[in-house]
């Protein structure tokens, strides 16, 4: 009898333990850890070269900032930057003077902050221990050092041409132009200026203030032509050093000039025996009698030029005169001058002069009867 085969029996797997711990799996516990610490090595890298970069930024900023060389002399050191230099040569020699401590350092800080295309020539004067970045503010600004040259009212243009050819910071020669086309002014210049250019900004000033001045001035003028009015504020000039005399000296000589009395001023008959330079005494009896085409006391009108560079005051005063009749002045002996509109009165006025004189010891009188106090 044939028997069924029997069910084969599992064998049953036992039940995991409660709380017993499972195997790890051994590629988690080789992968793990390496990428930790690639990270952890990554974020030090990174750290290290923030820092690095940190230090490298505060070292440019204290370099560029921070105080330069000490001067080797005095508080300042001046340095001429010539004009066309390049950019190594101006290093170069802000180095050479003890400005910058390397050149190197300055060509990089100008390529980089876009100043080395605006620097500007011309005589600087660096402050002791001034920065990399002041010292290159300073020259991209073009802050150079400026100098004066003055022009006094009523020197002739002799004597502008003497001060021009004695300013040491200025170049080249110059010829002396026309008398009274000069303004006096103080004027700015800059070392290595041509002394041509000085002289002509000089004369484009008085021509610029004499067409203002002639455009506004006094109707019924006895004037022609701006030349004539810059002829008598140069006699003006020289008569007068005080400013509240100008217009009332101009209003004497106009009113002469217009009623054809000869003018009578002394300072046009030492220019027609100088050229205006000082004589360094009063003026002969036979002085007033020499004749040449500036001797007032001889000719009717005005001289054929200035007799000076007059100043804008001048200007003013013979362009918008006084109104006044006075004809004659004399000087007063305080700095100042008494006027008369009569000669009467003008010879009493010469009589208190004349003691005036004595009393001074003054020295002899030259003229029997000035008609003008110079």
Do not use: C
């Amino acid at each position: 009898m044939s028997r069924k085969p029997s069910p084969q029996r599992r064998t049953p797997r036992p039940a995991p333990k409660t709380g017993a711990p499972r195997k790890a799996n051994p590629r988690r516990r080789e992968t793990a850890p390496v990428g930790r610490r690639i990270a952890a090595t990554g974020a030090g890298l990174l750290t290290m070269l923030g820092l690095a970069a940190m230090v490298v930024v505060l070292a440019a900023v204290w370099i560029y900032q921070g105080p330069g060389p000490a001067a080797r002399s005095g508080d300042v050191t001046t340095v001429v930057l010539r004009r066309g230099a390049s950019l190594p040569e101006i290093a170069s020699s802000l180095e050479q003077a003890g400005v910058i401590r390397s050149s190197s350092l300055f060509l990089t800080a100008a390529q980089t902050t876009g100043a080395a295309r605006k620097l500007k020539a011309g005589e600087y004067e660096f402050a002791s221990k001034a920065s990399l970045s002041q010292v290159l503010a300073k020259i991209r600004d073009g802050k150079i050092v400026r100098h004066q040259v003055t022009i006094a009212e009523g020197l002739t243009s002799d004597m502008v041409v003497d001060i021009l050819m004695r300013a040491p910071e200025l170049t080249g020669t110059v010829a002396t132009p026309p008398e009274g086309s000069i303004l006096p002014e103080t004027y700015q210049v800059q070392r290595g200026e041509d002394r041509s250019a000085v002289l002509q900004r000089m004369m484009d000033d008085r021509d610029a203030l004499l067409d203002k001045l002639w455009a506004a001035r006094q109707p019924g003028l006895p004037f022609e032509t701006k030349d004539q009015a810059v002829t008598m504020a140069s006699i003006v000039e020289k008569e007068t050093g005080l400013a509240r005399e100008r217009p009332h000296v101009a209003a004497v000589f106009i009113n002469r000039l217009r009623q054809g009395i000869r003018l009578g001023s002394d300072p046009t008959i030492i220019y027609g025996l100088t050229r205006g330079r000082p004589l360094g005494r009063g003026i002969l009896q036979s002085e007033l009698q020499r004749e040449t085409p500036y001797n007032t006391y001889l000719i009717t009108g005005l001289p054929p030029t200035p007799i000076a560079n007059p100043g804008k005051a001048a200007l003013e005063a013979v362009l918008n005169p006084m109104k006044s009749d006075d004809l004659y002045f004399v000087a007063d002996g305080t700095g100042g001058h008494v006027f008369a509109s009569t000669y009467e009165e003008h010879e009493r006025n010469v009589a208190k002069w004349r003691q005036i004189e004595r009393s001074k010891a003054a020295g002899p009188v030259t003229s029997k009867t000035p008609l003008a106090g110079g």
